[in-house]
């Protein structure tokens, strides 16, 4: 019971951080992703066109100071329409230089501003440098589903890039990443998911950073 409360603890914070930040359309630096995260001034996102996985850019986030306090993401949101009662597998490949745990993340939100799934690689993430690794994480979409965030998360320090992201269904026998079912613990309401939800896209876009 005390794992759990701790856990249900981290995931509203986590959720509270985002919510917060989450402003404006999503365009910028990078075309259809946009920076969020509690100190986004400590931190910057650029596309970079000399480091790829695939193709010819990619993207990357860093952190400007010393050591940036909390953490930055550089993420989407879409509508959740076309996955609905659906598995969906979030899939992208992350290089990172002396970085604090840099790693994907998803989070799958209610219509009625509640979390229904989400999964931030608490506990399975490394900080550090490392070449290009693929990471993934897998949520079900619930039929009540109005939106999907998701991207790349920097804690602290350093830089990572992002490339080559997917968004596929999938079926049963694929188990899914997320530590637990989390309800309640979102910080909208159905008029505010209503606003994110007519300002999004119908679909994930510039998943390759080729834009």
Request: a neutral charge; glycine letters at 10%; aromatic letters at 8%.
């Amino acid at each position: 019971m005390l794992q759990a409360t701790r856990y249900d603890e981290a995931v509203k914070l986590f959720t509270l951080l985002l919510m917060a930040c989450v402003g404006g359309a999503q365009t910028g630096p990078i075309p259809e992703w946009f920076l969020s995260g509690m100190n986004r001034t400590q931190f910057g996102v650029k596309l970079d066109r000399e480091v790829s996985h695939g193709g010819s850019a990619s993207a990357r986030i860093e952190c400007f100071a010393k050591r940036c306090e909390t953490f930055g993401t550089l993420m989407q949101t879409i509508k959740a329409d076309a996955y609905v009662g659906q598995r969906i597998r979030l899939s992208a490949w992350v290089k990172a230089v002396d970085a604090g745990q840099p790693r994907i993340w998803m989070r799958v939100d209610g219509d009625e501003g509640d979390t229904l799934a989400i999964d931030n690689m608490d506990g399975r993430a490394k900080s550090g440098s490392f070449d290009w690794r693929q990471m993934q994480i897998v949520l079900n979409v619930g039929k009540n589903a109005a939106l999907i965030n998701y991207g790349v998360i920097l804690e602290s320090r350093g830089m990572a890039w992002i490339d080559d992201v997917t968004i596929e269904a999938v079926d049963r026998t694929v188990k899914t990443t997320g530590m637990s079912h989390v309800t309640g613990s979102g910080q909208g309401n159905a008029a505010a998911i209503r606003k994110r939800w007519e300002r999004s896209a119908d679909r994930p876009m510039n998943l390759d950073f080729e834009q």
